[in-house]
């Protein structure tokens, strides 16, 4: 009987200081978490302070031949010029989540499977801006669960410092609210 492989190239995108690449780090620690492959490639410069700043994140149950993508199956973006940048990048039957804060002109595509999440608002509710790129996080695995969360729990104990230890159960309340949150686009 042949082995399913499964291999998952995602693209996190947004303004810096959005927790783009915090999100791109606690999903390759919840992969390494899960024992599978993983390789993260942050792209940022002047972004930080307020440009665009992307992560690469590819989790698979195999060896990564190239942490190099050009295209993806999944692409997470924050913003218009993101959206604009990796929406022609999303493989065809791919998913595409986009925060409908910080999106004016939504995707286009009919090809692939595209997700609004208002994390930005939920982030509000919450009363707590830091918690918006786990509502995204958990909106992502709420469509794509290529890890699980009781691998993103351990992974924030690896990537948050422990003076934020007592943060955690907020994350996870924000991951499990992305879950409910996010909805597909017709």
């Known amino acids: 009987m042949l082995q399913q492989t499964m291999k998952t190239e995602i693209i996190i995108s947004g303004f810096g200081g959005q927790g783009v ?8 620690y919840t992969g390494l978490m899960e024992n599978k492959e993983v390789t993260w490639m942050p792209a940022y410069g002047p972004e930080q302070r307020g440009g665009t700043a992307n992560v690469t994140v590819i989790v ?7 942490p190099i993508l050009s ?3 999944v692409a997470v973006v924050l913003n ?3 959206l604009d940048k990796f929406e022609p990048k999303v493989k065809p039957g791919g998913i595409l989540v986009y925060d409908g804060y910080g999106v004016i002109n939504p995707p286009k595509r009919k090809d692939i499977n595209v997700y609004r999440i208002d994390a930005m608002d939920k982030a509000a509710e919450m009363r707590n801006s830091k918690v918006f790129n786990m509502i995204v996080l958990g909106g992502l695995l709420g469509v794509c669960p290529f890890v699980g969360t009781e691998a993103v729990h351990k992974a924030l104990h690896k990537t948050l ?16 609210e992305g879950m409910k949150i996010i909805t597909k686009e017709e």
Do not use: F, T
């Open 161 to 176: 410092p422990a003076r934020h230890h007592g943060l955690i159960p907020l994350n996870m309340q924000a991951v499990e």
């Open 71 to 73: 295209s993806y199956d």
């Open 21 to 28: 690449l915090s999100m791109g780090k606690i999903l390759a």
């Open 60 to 66: 698979s149950d195999e060896r990564i031949s190239s």
């Open 80 to 82: 218009q010029p993101s």
